[in-house]
């Protein structure tokens, strides 16, 4: 029986998501596995509002994803590889009827691009991948360990998506949610990485203006389930009195206190008071009506993400002082913090100063940008070709090396060139015994980008042959320089040809 996770409860954030029913565990040969990433419509929606809110906080906040810090001793060569068919390929998108033209020059491809996703530690990862061909222009190539929580007994990872051509929290292509993983049998259920390779298909891209913010009344403000922020805005004496008098708006006013404030009773002359957050216990204990640290209104209830609230819950173990609320945990989405205030009466002092709150509900007006092949291309596929062969691999390295040192930013792709190794790398801790390598000096993220051969500078195309699976220090001197990538045969043409021909179809009509 295949392992499914589903996400925790999130936000859904599109209307009108066309109920899209996930293919069947694909089962074209015996080594296929195949597995649901986003089972359902509402489940993507809840990723892309997961990623996307915020400015894109979480894509700016994953760090990259590396498994692959091993002890050189545990690194040897072995023979040679025999392919297990004929050599094969499937042409690059845009080039079904033309040869591909093979270059030394570079021109970084449109095709690549960030994988992000939720590990089964709740930690958030980014590897690199590549659109490629496929019959509905909605597949990506990756490191199986990109999909698979190898932590994890192998499940799937959540919230996965795709950005291709993504750069520091920009997405110039679209958003593209995960929805069906397809990798060899013996890496879902064994961890073999001679089998690290998954081809994930994507709904279509979801671009437009995902982070809207309006500036709404408090009622509406505390009525909205889904994104929002408060403000604080500095004004004068006059508006803050006269907003602390009118009913419609008391609760939006408050005050930061000035070095020489005194605290005083409500019936100091010139005595002002503002809210002062406290514990629901202190709050019930607290007396009525006017006076110092009596309440202050009624307790105010803020709807939130299971995430926010957990966060809020952990902090408050730790500092329950500044972090006073109550908070109700619901993976149903429905999580509230209840907030609890009491009034704290003073005299100003000569250096007050005077703060509104706004509040803010971020909208998502999302539209459909279509399909993944459509809007970046997607590089070849070829299998069973000959060792020695000329590549060029792609990919956003950003870890850092076992001395500790960091060369790269990850903000940008960066690549290698060469001729694979004519013989095949073995890697027990891995239990790797055919795995091609490559002389490079990168670091983890670089994780799951393609290796191209007959790459075309012109076109930015060319044939994946392996995807980077290990990062490993071959000479001993504690910084990376070798890439190890899955040997492509005829095992893994069928699990990329039952990929190939999977429908995912758009999550907004």
Known sequence: MKRILLPAGGAILATGLLAAGLAGTAQA???????????????????????????????????????????????????????DTKPGSSLPIGEEKKVAVKSQNVNMPKTIGKVFFEGRDGKLY?????????????????????????????????????????????????????????????????????????FVTVYNGIGGTLNKP????????????????????????????????????????????????????????????????????????????????????????????????????????????????????????????THYYVQKWFKPGTETQYIRTDFYTVAHEVKDVGRLGDNVGGQGVAWNQAPGKVVRTFGYPYGANPDGSKPYTGVTPKWCYGKTANKVLKVPARKVEEHQSLKCAVTAGYDGGPWLANYSNAKRLGFVTGVTSLIVDVDGNKRYDTITSPIFDGETAAIYKSAAASWSGKLIP
Do not use: M
């Open 29 to 83: 040969t015996s080594d296929v596995a195949s597995d649901p990433l986003a089972k359902t419509a509402a489940q993507a929606a809840e990723t892309l509002d997961f990623w996307s809110k915020s400015d894109y906080a979480a894509l700016k906040s994953a760090v990259a994803f590396n498994p692959d810090s091993l002890e050189v001793e545990k690194i040897s060569r072995g023979g040679g590889y025999s392919a």
């Open 126 to 198: 980014w590897c690199s991948g590549t659109s490629v061909q496929s019959q509905y222009r909605n597949l990506v190539a990756t490191a199986g360990h990109c999909v698979y929580d190898i932590a994890g007994n192998d499940e799937v990872v959540s919230r996965w998506v795709f950005v291709p051509g993504y750069y520091q929290g920009k997405v110039p292509y679209g958003l593209y949610v995960g929805k069906q993983a397809f990798t060899h049998y013996d890496f879902d259920v064994y961890e073999d990485f001679d089998r690290d390779y998954a």
């Open 214 to 337: 309006t500036k709404v009344d408090l009622a509406t403000y505390k009525a909205y389930a889904g994104e929002k922020f408060a403000k604080e805005v500095s004004v004068t004496k006059e508006e803050y009195k006269a907003g602390r008098l009118d009913p419609k708006t008391a609760d939006y006013y408050s005050r930061k206190w000035g070095t020489r404030d005194q605290v005083s009773g409500p019936d100091y002359p010139g005595a002002e008071v503002a809210k002062f957050e406290v514990s629901e216990g202190f709050y019930k204990a607290a007396k009525t009506g006017p006076g110092n640290l009596n309440k202050f209104g009624e307790p105010v209830v803020e709807n939130v993400t299971y995430r926010e609230a957990l966060a809020y819950f952990e902090a408050a173990k730790k500092n329950p002082d500044k972090y006073p609320g109550t908070v109700k945990l619901d993976e149903r989405t429905n999580s509230t913090i």
